[in-house]
């Protein structure tokens, strides 16, 4: 059955195409900004019954918004913008999901070529814009009855073969850009007639058959595994809920001591007694330096602790076997003598089951996470329980948050506060980061798509700074179609430079490096329709949490912090041993 589609003039008849090949391809969410010369495209996707259209005021927030989406669903946002500098806004988030392989497309609006280099209003040389953080583009030349539609669809469909980074569509659009007959310029017959055989057809121009992943030899990493004495078993990101299952089956299979990032999303998973603390701490990485691990088996990339790749691995004589499908090194520490380009899953599906572990000195092993359960043990007791506290923010979220909902982490303090707890008491939590670059941009923006894109219920820790970063995208938490609950730890700065040996030199951290400040946040909320409460106690944090949950709606939880207790804390719980 033929499609309804524009066509009264050029403009509008390829982005109809456009739009349309986007969505065959199963790119049917675009993150929309507003703007003049990117009508066509509007008016394509408003036509488009298949097509959803969300609207976002600022292509920064949106570009997030798609990050999130995609981090969701694992298929790109479609970000659809004007032209002149709306574009480069996406900049960040480019960068972002191009270092963290995440799919993004980017529909830009332009101005012929003869406008743009004559220097007319709101113009700018955009192909290249992103620089090598663009996996592919498609520069596309102005509407022309010679270019078939055949052709555009495609290549469209050829670009749209990149699934493990951004890629950049430009269109050039000329008057009229809105569904109006264009007298001097109409649409030709030929091109119309291809037009309507296009849009009678189903699924795209060219579909491109799926490659299955090649089974990854690991003869040499079961050989390895065999005789290896002393082993430990490192979980790092992991996005895919079969890379999960499958590094917890291997846990539990191993048997070897287990480090688990936040990000894996995996510590509810691994047997509690296999557990291991993040070694950024100076008396876990006493621990790990007495139990010398022979063989590193990681799964998985991107660690947040730093002390894992420069203690850890930093072991004379480690074997570092490394599991990640990822392009590029991923091995800040350089030490891996082994890497298997395979998912996870791939990886343990070749590995198999049965004991693979043979002469693994099980003494040790056992030492090593009894001493390790007493050091955790002594953490605990070191923290005040009734001092607000990143480390209580972060229990407390763990005590409460509800199995099977997803937990967005901001950079800086927030996320290494995670990172050295436990895992959520009620089981299984989706983590969510922006690690690709590790930036403080976006948080709110990424909570949003992710959390439309899943259809969860998010959970959202992020300092103070972050969320004054990310301010505009308050409005679209505000109309947020799925419920969001947003915590902001509220130091009043970027204290974590207080934590780093930059807090010696006073004339450097202070305020250019802490950036104090004393918004109400509550009036900030306030002025975006958003619920706000305060909570300056654990306690009252708990409390509070607890009523958003079962509230099922959207609002904002201000932890405060003061910035004084909070270093003390920190500097009580490093003397632990």
């Known amino acids: 059955m033929e499609r309804a589609f524009l066509a009264q003039n050029m403009s509008v008849l390829r982005a109809s195409v456009v739009v349309e090949e986007l969505v065959r391809n199963g790119l049917d969410t675009f993150f929309v900004s507003p703007g003049n010369r990117n009508a066509p495209l509007i008016a394509a996707i408003t036509g488009n019954p298949r097509a959803h259209a969300r609207s976002v005021m600022d292509e920064r927030g949106a570009a997030y918004r798609a990050l999130g989406h995609a981090k969701a669903t694992g298929r790109a946002g479609v970000l659809v913008c004007t032209s002149g500098t709306a574009l480069s806004n996406y900049f960040p988030a480019v960068i972002e999901a191009f270092r963290d392989e995440l799919p993004l497309v980017v529909l830009s609006s332009d101005r012929p070529a003869d406008l743009v280099f004559s220097d007319a209003n709101q113009t700018m040389q955009q192909p290249g814009i992103f620089g090598g953080f663009i996996r592919k583009s498609l520069f596309l030349p102005p509407p022309d009855p010679a270019y078939p539609i055949t052709a555009l669809a495609a290549h469209l469909d050829d670009l749209l073969r990149v699934k493990n980074g951004p890629v950049h569509i430009n269109c050039p659009f000329r008057d009229p850009l809105v569904p109006l007959t264009d007298p001097a310029n109409p649409v030709c017959a030929n091109l119309l007639k291809e037009a309507r055989g296009y849009f009678a057809k189903e699924g795209p121009q060219t579909v491109y058959a799926e490659v299955s992943e090649p089974r990854p030899d690991v003869r040499l990493v079961r050989a390895t595994l065999e005789k290896c004495r002393r082993g430990l078993l490192s979980i790092g990101r992991l996005e895919l809920e079969n890379d999960r299952k499958a590094a917890a089956a291997l846990a539990q299979n191993l048997g ?52 894992y790749y420069q203690a850890v691995l930093a072991a004379p004589c480690l074997n570092l076997i490394l599991v990640s499908p990822r392009s590029g090194s991923r091995d800040p520490s350089n030490s891996a003598s082994l890497r298997i380009p395979a998912t996870v899953a791939a990886f343990a599906e ?29 953490l605990y007791d070191a923290t005040p329980s009734g001092l607000m506290s990143f480390p209580l923010i972060a229990r407390t979220v763990n005590s409460l948050i509800p199995s099977g909902e997803a937990l967005f982490l901001g950079n800086s303090s927030t996320i290494r506060a995670f990172d050295a707890e436990g895992p959520p008491a009620s089981g299984q939590v989706s983590v969510v980061s922006n690690r690709g670059v590790s930036g403080i941009e976006g948080n709110i923006a990424t909570t949003v798509g992710y959390a439309e894109g899943s259809g969860k219920r998010v959970t959202a820790v992020m300092g103070d700074v972050s969320f004054l970063h990310d301010v505009s995208s308050l409005l679209m938490l505000s109309r947020s179609l799925a419920p969001v609950i947003l915590i902001v730890a509220n130091n009043r700065g970027g204290r974590i430079f207080e934590k780093l040996p930059v807090s010696g030199f006073p004339e450097i951290c ?15 909320c306030g002025g ?30 201000e932890a405060v912090l003061d910035p004084e207790t909070d270093l003390t804390v920190f500097e009580k719980r490093k003397t632990v041993r």
């Not at 100076?282 to 621990?287: E, K, V």
């Not at 202070?510 to 509550?522: A, N, R």
């Open 256 to 307: 070897w001591p287990v480090f688990c990032d936040v990000a894996s999303s995996v510590k509810a998973l691994v047997p509690p007694g296999l557990l291991l603390p993040c070694p950024d701490h100076p008396g876990a990485r006493a621990l790990y330096e007495k139990y010398g691990p022979e063989t590193v088996l990681q799964l998985g990339t991107g660690f947040v602790s730093k002390h």
């Open 350 to 378: 070749a590995l198999g089951q049965g004991t693979i572990s043979a002469a693994q000195d099980l003494g040790a092993a056992a030492c090593f996470l009894e001493e390790a359960g007493l050091f955790e043990k002594a």
């Open 510 to 524: 202070h305020p250019l490096m802490t950036t104090p400040h004393d918004t109400d946040i509550s009036m900030v």
């Open 528 to 557: 975006f329709g958003l619920i706000h409460q305060t909570a300056g106690t654990p306690e009252d944090l708990g409390r509070a949490y607890s009523e958003a949950l079962s509230s099922g709606k959207t609002r904002v939880i």
